[in-house]
């Protein structure tokens, strides 16, 4: 959020050098995961390096926005790569379901009788 | 944001106004008995789910806890603030809602965005849950709740939401916080369910993100499901052959990418899993075979990486082996 792009950028090549030491390849002995197989389907484009940077910029975000360190370990272990890089581009923005405040019913009440009454028609087909 | 926000709220005003003089009611359809399924109830309430009154801004966790427990999970909301809440945001991002019921041994399903979807799930018996939007475009006040059942003779949906453990909503009502909200809408399965409304595509993609964490007895009743609802889909078998291989049944597993192979032959993925299935059985020359005609160069990653290790491994052992294989290689694959 206030951190300077340099610095992310900084912790995404530490974080994926640091991933990297770790690691062999994408690939182990064995059979493939079921889910390359399926992204593999769809043509998606899902590189080892980018959703390492991700999974470093989803880290570096949850810890900011006040997720208990330990747990931020946990989350981010729990996400595939899609989720990783949905969460890594809007975070910020994406919905975020909260509290249904009694202000916001108000407005909602307005809402409703604009539709009812025809005012407004948000069914309308697209 | 605060003085841009000003004008669409005049307009907004205005609209209002509008409304008012407006005020000859025009009269709607009704919602919910226009986009009921052929077959189902006219009347749902699954009145055995469970109810968690919500903390402040805890909609998420407690809206999760309903629907998981549902599915016979073992957990509370205060279990899934760490799981899902957000603080800095004041609530929960759906796809952390959407990935969390994967820790508890669940699938997740995002319904399609169409109402019927939400009807026949609950007709099956599964509540479902949905996010509201009760903002506007430029104030979006986001909620999550869970519809339990609906009544098509008075168009009312009976949703768990907030600190209300039963409450009715007119479906255009619902309807509006629903569409404002994206129409976005999820269960959660049991290993082994298909949802009522059940796209296999999407199934498929939610069984191979629950394979990941879950053990072989459990990814194997979700493929399962799917072969014997959609056998002509090549995934299901694959994802029931590696549940197979997990487990160290190797024939087993065999067996099942073979018939993936069979529905579709360029499955490169299946292939290289039958071979390694087939190395595994100490058959390593009829592994070969399999991926003798590959090009491997063509492939890319990580399956080029696979069908290379698979290779080198197949070499290493066909190298090793002194004696022929052994003749029950014959009848395997």
Redesign the interface.
């Known amino acids: 959020m206030k951190h300077s792009p340099w610095r992310k950028f900084a912790v995404g090549i530490l974080s994926v050098a640091i991933l990297n030491l770790g690691m062999t390849?994408?690939?182990?002995?064995?059979?493939?995961?079921?889910?390359?197989?399926?992204v593999?389907?769809r043509a998606a484009d899902m590189?080892?390096v980018r959703t390492q940077l991700d999974r470093a910029e989803v880290r570096a975000q949850?810890e900011?926005?006040?997720?208990?360190a330990?747990?931020v370990e946990?989350?981010v272990a729990?996400?595939?790569d899609r989720?990783l890089h949905?969460?890594a581009a809007d975070?910020?923005n994406?919905?975020?379901?909260?509290?249904?405040?009694w202000i916001?019913?108000a407005?909602?009440i307005?809402?409703?009788?604009?539709?009812?009454?025809?005012?407004?028609d948000?069914?309308k087909k697209t | 944001m605060k003085k841009r926000a000003a004008a669409p709220a005049a307009r907004f005003a205005f609209l209002l106004v509008s409304a008012g003089l407006l005020s000859a009611c025009v009269t709607r359809e009704p919602f919910i008995p226009a986009h009921l399924p052929a077959g189902a109830q006219h009347v749902v309430e699954l009145d055995a789910t469970p109810f968690f009154p919500q903390d402040k801004y805890q909609c998420g966790p407690a809206a999760l806890a309903t629907v998981l427990v549902a599915s016979k999970a073992d957990t509370t909301p205060d279990a899934l603030v760490p799981v899902v809440y957000l603080p800095a945001r004041k609530g929960s991002l759906q796809v952390e809602m959407q990935a969390a019921p994967r820790q508890f041994g669940r699938l997740s399903y995002s319904l399609s965005r169409k109402l019927e979807s939400i009807l026949e799930e609950l007709a099956a018996g599964r509540p479902v849950l949905v996010l509201h939007n009760y903002g506007l475009s430029f104030w979006p006040k986001w909620h999550y709740a869970v519809v339990i059942g609906y009544d098509a003779a008075s168009d009312k949906f009976i949703l768990r939401s907030g600190k209300k453990r039963r409450t009715e909503w007119r479906a255009r009502t619902f309807m509006v916080a629903w569409h404002n909200g994206g129409r976005w809408a999820m269960v959660v399965l049991r290993p082994g369910e298909t949802p009522a409304s059940a796209n296999p595509t999407l199934y498929l993609e939610a069984a191979a993100d629950f394979e990941r964490g879950a053990s072989p007895a459990d990814s194997r009743l979700a493929f399962d499901a799917a072969v014997q609802r959609w056998p002509e889909q090549p995934v299901a078998w694959t994802g029931r052959g590696t549940a197979e291989y997990r487990a160290g049944n190797y024939s087993g597993a065999a067996r099942d990418y073979a018939a993936a192979l069979r529905i579709d032959p360029n499955n490169i993925g299946a292939r290289n899993n039958l071979a390694q299935s087939l190395l595994d059985l100490g058959c390593p020359a009829r592994a070969l075979e399999q991926l003798q005609a590959v090009n491997i160069d063509a492939l890319g990653s990580p399956l080029k990486e696979a069908v290379l290790d698979t290779r080198k491994h197949i070499d290493a052992a066909i190298a090793s082996t002194l004696v022929i294989e052994p003749s029950r290689c014959a009848s395997q694959f």
């Open positions: 390849g994408a690939a182990s002995a064995g059979v493939v995961d079921t889910a390359d197989l399926v593999t389907d590189s080892v949850m900011e926005m006040g997720v208990d330990a747990a946990r989350r729990s996400l595939n989720e949905r969460l975070m910020q994406a919905p975020a379901g909260g509290d249904a405040v916001v019913g407005v909602f307005v809402l409703i009788i604009l539709e009812l009454t025809g005012v407004i948000i069914f």
